[in-house]
Structure formats: C-alpha cells, structure tokens
C-alpha cells in the first residue's frame, strides 16, 4: 500500500498493534506474533495504552477490529498506535527499535499493573469457590 504521507511523525504511519498480538491464549494462526510463554492472557487495548504512555510513547486508541477476530465483543475491540520515530527519522526511545522490542516491553509490563494484580487474586479465590460448589453439588446427587 502506496502512504500519503512519508512522514513518521504523521498518525496514519504509527506502528499498529492489537491485542491479539500478544494474547497467550491465541495461536499463530488467531493472529500470536510472539512466543506464548512471553505473552499474556487476554491483553486489553486500555492496558496497552497504559504501559506505553507511562514508558513515555505518543500513543491513541483507535475503534477498530482484528481482522482475524472472530469474537465481535467489546472487549476484543480496539487498536493502539504508537509513534517510535520523529519526523526527523530518529527513534522516540533507543530502546523501542522495532515493533517486535514494543510488544515484547508491553508484554512483560502488562502483568505488573495495578488492575492486573489486584484482579488475579480475587478472580482466583472466586473461580476455586465457585468450583468447590459445583463439584459438592455433583457428589450430594450421587
């Protein structure tokens, strides 16, 4: 695809990236661009824009589809842009030289906010409480 713009600074030629990118759950072929074990479950875009704007990036979320997403729910909705050249062609950050080193950085990032933690640990306790009651309700009807 022929840009309109040759300018890195411009929005249109910011490096895209989705949360199926990362998400350990998905295969290589649902759209998985780095190893499994790097990844993350279920990535969010807000989570994504989180990471990067306080890593110090120019980034925006847009409203848009993963192409291979099959789940039309809001919550697999969005797309991030970030910015890693200036008009001058130079990188924003030394350490974002790629769009592989941005997925990778937020892929490590991701489990160490807030929400993450916080949400892990009472998600747990309720899904092992709520597996308890199944299983007593099965064995009382035997």
Same mark, same amino acid.
């Given at each position: 695809? +022929?840009?309109?713009?040759?300018? &890195?600074?411009?929005? =249109?030629?910011?490096? !895209?990236?989705?949360p #199926? ?14 190893? @499994?074990e790097?990844?993350?479950?279920? &990535? @969010? !875009? +807000? ?6 704007? #306080? +890593? ?5 979320? =847009?409203?848009?589809?993963? &192409? ?23 990188? !924003?950050?030394?350490?974002?030289? @790629? ?8 892929? =490590?990032?991701? &489990?160490?906010? *807030? ?9 747990? @306790?309720? +899904?092992?409480?709520? =597996?308890?009651? *199944? ?6 009807? *035997?």
């Amino acid at each position: 695809m +022929a840009y309109l713009s040759t300018n &890195p600074a411009d929005k =249109e030629r910011f490096l !895209c990236i989705y949360p #199926a990118y990362i998400n350990s759950k998905k295969t290589l072929a649902e759209g998985r661009r780095i190893p @499994s074990e790097k990844a993350v479950e279920n &990535p @969010s !875009c +807000a989570e994504i824009r989180d990471v990067l704007t #306080a +890593a110090g990036m120019n980034v925006y979320v =847009e409203n848009k589809m993963y &192409p291979r997403e099959w789940n039309r729910d809001v919550q697999f909705r969005g797309r991030v842009r970030v910015q890693i050249k200036q008009e001058d062609g130079n990188l !924003c950050l030394e350490k974002f030289t @790629s769009k592989k080193d941005v997925m990778f950085y937020v892929a =490590e990032m991701i &489990p160490k906010l *807030k929400t993450r933690t916080q949400k892990g640990g009472s998600s747990d @306790s309720g +899904a092992q409480q709520g =597996e308890g009651g *199944k299983k007593g309700g099965k064995k009382k009807k *035997k």
